[in-house]
């Protein structure tokens, strides 16, 4: 069975950085794509980014781009979120997911989740 388990999350100012981390274990797949949703209490579950297996396609949320940049580790079970320039609205619960069918944007499309990481940003 595959398992997800993230971790950096933490308490950071406003302007500050935090770089989460994924490691997968288990069954591997031949596109395995890869991505970071996050969750603030009363909103849906939001796309962040995602990315290829290989690490050369990668998708951002626009409210996101320009600040966080996912990423494959070098080994390849793992993956990371560089959070820079941090906004109290990036205050969330972040969850490393894999194996959509496709590239989505949507939680549905993904079958394998971590048990998320808070993410505080103070003002």
């Known amino acids: 069975q595959v398992q997800l388990v993230e971790s950096g999350g933490g308490l950071v100012q406003a302007g500050g950085s935090l770089r989460l981390s994924c490691i997968v274990s288990?069954?591997?797949?031949?596109?395995?794509?890869m991505g970071w949703f996050r969750q603030a209490p009363g909103k849906e579950r939001e796309f962040v980014a995602s990315?290829?297996?290989?690490?050369?396609?990668?998708y951002y949320a626009d409210s996101v781009k320009g600040r966080f940049t996912i990423s494959r580790g070098n080994a390849k079970n793992t993956m990371d979120l560089q959070m820079n320039s941090l906004k109290p609205e990036d205050t969330a619960v972040y969850y490393c997911?894999?194996?959509?069918?496709?590239?989505?944007?949507?939680?549905?499309?993904?079958?394998?989740w971590g048990q998320g990481t808070q993410v505080t940003v103070s003002s």
């Open positions: 997911a894999a194996d959509p069918p496709y590239y989505s944007s949507s939680a549905y499309e993904y079958n394998y």
């Open positions: 288990g069954r591997t797949f031949s596109t395995y794509i």
């Open positions: 990315i290829s297996w290989s690490g050369g396609i990668t």
